[in-house]
Nanobody, 123 residues
Framework: VQLQASGGGLVQPGGSLTLSCAAASGSIFSRHAMGWFRQAPGKEREFVAAISRGGSSTNTADSVKGRFTISRDNVKNTVYLQMNSLKPEDTAVYYC????????????????WGQGTQVTVSS
């Protein structure tokens, strides 16, 4: 599954961004749960959010719960991460990934990864 992440950029604290991740193959996309991870400089990659194949179930890390929302459009073969009330500590490279597991938080459960998109939260 080829994944292309986009939508990153520079935003002020308290601002919003929406990340997108488009899959090249629709038939494969609809058979995979999707997740977002992030990696800040000098830190390990961490789980952010995941969504089931049909989009009815989600899982969100405590650090972003109430601020970030994951969603997907299986017609457009795209998964989204709506990020609100952004904080400087949200600064990281954000990666999308595809998994046959359900709402996995472990990186090892994901088979396919996008190239990452930089999000910088700074005034």
């Amino acid at each position: 599954v080829q994944l292309q992440a986009s939508g990153g950029g520079l935003v002020q604290p308290g601002g919003s961004l929406t990340l997108s991740c488009a899959a090249a193959s629709g038939s494969i996309f609809s058979r995979h749960a999707m997740g977002w991870f992030r990696q800040a400089p000098g830190k390990e990659r961490e789980f952010v959010a995941a969504i089931s194949r049909g989009g009815s179930s989600t899982n969100t890390a405590d650090s972003v719960k109430g601020r970030f929302t994951i969603s997907r459009d299986n017609v457009k073969n795209t998964v989204y991460l709506q990020m609100n009330s952004l904080k400087p500590e949200d600064t990281a490279v954000y990666y999308c990934a595809a998994s046959t597991a359900i709402l996995a938080v472990d990186m090892g459960a994901y088979d396919y990864w996008g190239q990452g998109t930089q999000v910088t939260v700074s005034s």
